[in-house]
């Protein structure tokens, strides 16, 4: 019993580390059935449907992200990550049991779909400042390698065994890390920090996921920074939810060769985000490398979009890990742009334009991707209740949605070369002192750390930083130019 309510062992990064691995593992492996099973569920409008379930999950998730990290302040993390875990993971059996259930329970788990959310506020829980950017990387690169090995596993599995044991071993994984988190995750939260009592007061105002986007017209440099991201990353949310069915029904990749394509881009991903990036910033500088990664970005766009061979998608894709490089550069970009006290606070208005966009952009997808008769395998007009004639582009342009949203990047790089860039010196360098940063053990610090809204990205994708929401609140991973 004691074991069971204190774990083992004392509060580490390493427990942290498990969870989430085994979590985006069980989700990896049904990458090529849950292809599948969405086709056959929608044959007519697979994309246009494939677009609102992940739209419904990410501005769910949006909405409750901040709240769930108030919450996990006053009544302990382990509590919520069992929760978050709990209800990510409980469509996973419904897939061959019931594919419409399994579908509504999707959309229906983005309330809870913020596991990163409690584990980032664990992760500030064990830490301190110093050590904090070298444990939040970790648990990236744990989320990173679990996308990249899982989806090529369970197209292994798929194609010599079936679909039913690859569910079936997703379920396990999941079952297993619920077990992990009841028997051996340690409360981090200390108790003098935590009201056991269901009527606890909790900050409202940390709650509000628009509370953050409210403070965006404050400074004229933190508005066009909010812009570029907002116009950046909604394509990228698109193409997240979108990409792999493209590939699969349009383009005609097997399960295989997206399985691989999956874990060669992310790889690249991962280099990109530390090698080239590096390298990167300390010659170009901030500014000059969000708007590489802008320009990357509008290639590999415009090639999804007019691209219609197997070749041009792999080329693409590595133009694709080259993009990944923005955000991170933004963030730096912000550190430099902000005063030292309103690090938080700006980080928070990102990352709350990020979760939006998680909501709009796979619906936008799905809409445009309807709009323009792009069904699958034969790309003929949709045949059903909904008669709309084809447009004229869609001879010319296989994939519609990726060109508008190269579209949307190119005016994001426009407003970018406005951002002005303060020079490098001591006193605007991400590099702040200790004298700026809270104590790792203030509740304030943990509570926005909490209320981070991240969905599943491609692995070595940008949804590594959490934000704040308060004015005293600083974020550490900011201090870094290099992370």
């Given amino acids: 019993i004691i074991q069971l309510q204190q774990g083992i062992g004392r ?9 989430i691995f085994l979590e985006f593992f069980a989700w990896g492996l049904l990458t090529t059935p849950m292809l599948t099973v969405l086709h056959e569920t929608f044959p007519q409008h697979t994309f246009l449907m494939n677009g609102l379930i992940q739209g419904v999950k990410g501005l769910l998730s949006f909405m409750s992200a901040p709240l769930i990290g108030a919450l996990s302040d006053v009544w302990g993390r382990r509590s919520f990550l069992l929760v978050t875990v709990f209800f990510t993971c409980a469509p996973i059996p419904l897939m061959r049991l019931s594919p419409w259930w399994y579908f509504a329970m999707i959309s229906m788990s983005g309330a809870f779909s913020v596991t990163f959310s409690v584990i980032f506020a664990y992760v500030a829980d064990v830490t301190d400042e110093r050590e904090r950017s070298t444990a939040y990387g970790l648990v990236s690169a744990t989320f990173a390698a679990s996308l990249v090995t899982s989806p090529a596993i369970g197209a292994y599995l798929s194609a010599w065994y079936g679909d039913n044991l690859v569910v079936l071993v997703a379920t396990l994984i ?11 995750v340690p409360e981090s939260l200390p ?38 991201v907002f116009l950046s990353y909604l394509p990228e949310a698109g193409q997240y939810s979108s990409f792999f069915l493209y590939l699969r029904q349009v383009i005609n990749f097997s399960s295989t060769t997206i399985a691989v394509f999956i874990g060669v881009v992310g790889i690249l991903s991962i280099v990109a985000q530390t090698l080239i990036l590096t390298l990167l910033m300390r010659t170009l500088g901030n500014k ?19 691209g219609s061979e197997p070749w041009m998608m792999w080329a693409a894709g590595a133009v694709a890990a ?6 991170p550069a933004v963030s730096a970009l912000v550190s430099q742009s902000a005063d030292p006290d309103k690090q938080g606070v700006v980080q928070g208005m990102i990352t709350g334009i990020r979760g939006l966009c998680n909501g709009l952009g796979p619906a936008l997808y799905g809409f445009i991707f309807f709009l323009f008769n792009v069904e699958l395998d034969t790309m003929d007009p949709i045949q059903g209740d909904f008669n709309i004639d084809p447009l004229p582009l869609h001879s010319l342009i296989p994939g519609p949605p990726f060109l508008l949203g190269a579209c949307t990047v190119v005016i994001a790089f426009i407003v970018a070369l406005f951002i002005p860039e303060k020079p490098s010196s001591s006193s605007s360098s991400p590099q702040l002192s200790l004298s700026d940063k809270p104590h790792p053990d203030s509740k304030a610090s943990m509570s926005s750390l909490a209320g981070v809204h991240i969905n599943t990205p491609l692995p070595g994708s940008d949804e590594e930083t959490p934000p704040t929401a308060s004015d005293e609140d600083f974020e550490p991973l900011l201090q870094d130019s290099i992370v």
Avoid at 11 to 19: D, F, G, I, R
Avoid at 194 to 200: D, M
Wanted: net charge negative; charged share 10%; proline share 5%.
């Fill in 322 to 327: 080259m993009s990944s490089i923005t955000f």
């Fill in 288 to 306: 000059n490398t969000v708007l590489l990664g802008l320009g990357f970005q509008i290639l590999q766009l415009a090639w999804y979009g007019f």
């Fill in 11 to 19: 509060p580490s990064v390493y427990h942290a580390v498990v969870v």
């Fill in 174 to 184: 999941a079952l297993a890390d619920i077990c992990f988190i009841l028997l051996a």
């Fill in 191 to 228: 108790d003098k920090m935590r009201l056991n009592t269901w009527g606890a007061p909790i900050s409202w105002e940390q709650a509000d996921p628009f509370a953050s986007l409210r403070k965006v017209g404050q400074d004229p440099t933190v508005l066009l920074i909010c812009i570029t």
